[in-house]
Structures are given as C-alpha cells and as structure tokens.
C-alpha cells in the first residue's frame, strides 16, 4: 500500500485523557499535513511539517495541540486533555519534495477522534 | 481569512445526467485542486489546475481555472451511481501561508439510478 497511512482510524477518548494520531505519509513524500474536519464542513488547515521540522502551524490551536514529525517514524498530532469540541475527523496529507509544499496533496483515511 | 464559496451545496440527479459545480474566491489563488470524498475515507485528488485559463480532464470529470484565478469548475458528464459523493474545491495561495489548502464546504452529489 503506497498511500498515506493513519491510525488508528476510530479513537474514543474520555474528557481529559490524551489523543495521539498518527500518520506515515506516502513513499518519497517528505511535507506532511494535519487537517480538521467537523460534519458537514470542509477541511480546515492544521499545521505543516517537513521531517524534524514545523513549517506553518497558523491553523493550530494555542493550546493542547501540538504535532511533530520525526527523523524516523510516523508524524504525530497530539490533543492533551481533549474536550467534546475536539471530536472531528483529522486527515493527514502528503505531498512530494519536488513541489516545495506547493501543489497536489494526497490524503490518508482519517481518524475519527470521539470524545466522551 | 481567505474563503472559497462552493455552490450548489447539493445536487440529485438522474443517472445520465451531467453536473456542473463551481467554486469562488474573493482573492486570487495560484493552485485549484478538486477532491471527492466517500462516507468514511480521506478526499481523493482528482483534478489539480495550475495556470489560469488551464482546462484538464480526467476521464468524465472536466476542470477550468478561472481567468481571473478567483474561480474554478467542475463538469462531470454522463454520471453514474458511483459518482456519489461530496466534491471540494481546495486552493492554494501563493502569498499565503506555504502548504496551506483552503477548502469549500463541498458539494453534495446524488444520484438517482
């Protein structure tokens, strides 16, 4: 499977607890991205990483929210302390080095994240 | 912040049938990407326009960069059951932040067999 990869794909949390969603973009990619979509609604920009790097986080909440991408491994988005207003899908996106965060981005399945 | 208005919010149609969908900006974008989305998955890239004026195709699916690079379409032709689904436009500024896409609500899509 060449296509971005999120886990989990469901994730129930109680008030309070943490979030922790994670995503391998595809072969070759070396830009991530991390969207929010509530129901009936269009995505919405997060944060932008490249490995090691964060490159644009204007989309990201101040607080309890904070994402990475290591030198190895998958790119994780972290919720602390979740709260009802964060259940939403999060997708992850990929595109490749070549286009410098500029132009096609490919999308993972999403996670949806329940909060209790 | 920048907006996109996508329009019509919905669509049922008859098998067959061609649609047109649209997309606007009050300021100017760079990249126009169009995406369809099905119950439970990620958006699927399935146009991406980069010249103004710019008119590509993917098999039934037709997609114009608008002129004045502050609006894009989408026509899909003879539709069939599986184009169910929710259509976005998404773009892309320059002058913004780098990465960023910037997302319609989406375009609902029906069809009746």
């Known amino acids: 499977n060449a296509g971005v990869m999120q886990n989990p794909r469901h994730l129930v949390r109680r008030r309070g607890q943490e979030a922790r969603l994670r995503c391998s973009p595809m072969?070759?990619?070396?830009?991530v991205y991390w969207y929010r979509q509530l129901p009936e609604e269009g995505l919405k920009f997060m944060v932008y990483?490249?490995?090691?790097?964060?490159?644009?986080e204007s989309g990201m909440p101040k607080e309890r929210f904070s994402a990475e991408f290591p030198k190895e491994g998958p790119s994780i988005l972290r919720i602390q302390q979740v709260v009802r207003g964060d259940s939403a899908a999060y997708f992850c996106?990929?595109?490749?080095?070549?286009?410098?965060?500029?132009?096609?981005?490919?999308f993972g399945p999403g996670t949806r994240l329940t909060v209790t | 912040g920048q907006q996109l208005n996508q329009s019509p919010q919905s669509m049922f149609i008859q098998e067959g049938e061609d649609v047109s969908m649209n997309c606007t900006s009050s300021s100017i974008f760079n990249t126009w990407l169009w995406y369809k989305q099905e119950p439970g998955e990620g958006p699927v890239l399935l146009i991406a326009?980069?010249?103004?004026?710019e008119l590509t195709s993917n098999g039934r699916l037709t997609a114009q960069f608008g002129i004045t690079r502050k609006d894009s379409f989408l026509n899909i032709s003879a539709s069939i059951p599986s184009d169910v689904g929710i259509y976005f436009c998404?773009?892309?500024?320059?002058?913004?932040?780098?990465?960023?896409?910037?997302f319609g609500k989406g375009t609902k899509l029906s069809v009746k067999p």
């Open positions: 072969k070759g990619h070396s830009h």
């Open positions: 326009l980069y010249k103004a004026g």
């Open positions: 990483l490249q490995k090691e790097n964060i490159i644009d």
């Open positions: 998404a773009g892309q500024n320059y002058g913004g932040s780098q990465g960023n896409l910037i």
């Open positions: 996106a990929s595109s490749p080095p070549a286009g410098g965060g500029w132009g096609e981005q490919y």
